[in-house]
């Protein structure tokens, strides 16, 4: 199983639309978990940091479910600027070292 | 906002000559630095990790020998690219982990033409 596994899509959503990203990770004890938006030929930037209770930024939704080891991204009212790669991210720090785990990134397509 | 800045933006070499790259934390202090390449349309491959102080960890199929990278401070790790081949064109991009929030933040990537 991969460590972080994304559905790559595309995801093409008309303009308006509410759409839903998951991401599955592996190891239980990853701590911290983040999305991050890449645009063609950029690099990757910050959108926000998964918290266990939920967090919510604008349209922007992110929830995190330890238990079933799964985040969750939600896009409401989508832009056409939102089209990009989202990528999940997980960290996991032990024994002296730092873990940044990528998943692929899920490609959406808003469409006017 | 946090920010990283990477060093070239862009870079044309000859095969068989070394190109240096650059990744700074200008406002907050990075123990840990990430190295990735992207090739055209696909995922960011991690190539190492940098840790400030000590050898870096490389990804199994990365050269270290070709891919040497040097963190010295808790601001600035390079990535030098030793012994350049037109395969190794790409786009490399750096993270530092920003040691007090835990978030990681990229550089603007470096366009890497071996020709």
């Known amino acids: 199983r991969k460590e972080v596994e994304q559905d790559p899509g595309p995801f093409n959503v008309p303009e308006g639309a509410t759409v839903a990203f998951n991401c599955t990770y592996s190891?239980?004890?990853?701590?911290?978990f983040f999305w991050y938006r890449q645009d063609c030929r950029k690099e990757p930037k910050l959108l926000m940091s998964v918290y266990s209770s939920g967090n919510e930024d604008g349209r922007f939704t992110a929830q995190l479910n330890r238990a079933s080891q799964y985040i969750s991204l939600l896009i409401r009212d989508s832009k056409l600027s939102d089209s990009a790669t989202y990528l999940c991210v997980v960290s996991h720090s032990g024994a002296g070292s730092y873990q940044l785990t990528f998943g692929k990134g899920t490609k959406l397509s808003v469409i006017p | 906002g946090a920010v990283v800045s990477q060093h070239p933006s862009w870079v044309i070499c000859k095969s068989g000559t070394s190109v240096k790259i650059e990744c700074r934390s200008l406002d907050f202090q990075a123990t840990t630095m990430f190295w990735y390449r992207q090739f055209p349309k696909q995922s960011l491959m991690l190539m190492a990790t940098?840790?400030?102080?000590?050898?870096?960890?490389?990804e199994q199929g990365v050269e270290k020998d070709k891919f040497l990278i040097n963190h010295a401070s808790l601001t600035l790790s390079t990535l030098t690219v030793t012994s350049a081949h037109p395969e190794d064109s790409s786009f490399y991009i750096c993270s530092a982990r920003d040691t007090m929030t835990g978030v990681a933040f990229f550089g603007q990537g470096t366009r890497l033409t071996v020709v």
């Open positions: 940098s840790n400030e102080g000590s050898k870096a960890t490389y």
């Open positions: 190891n239980s004890a990853s701590q911290s």
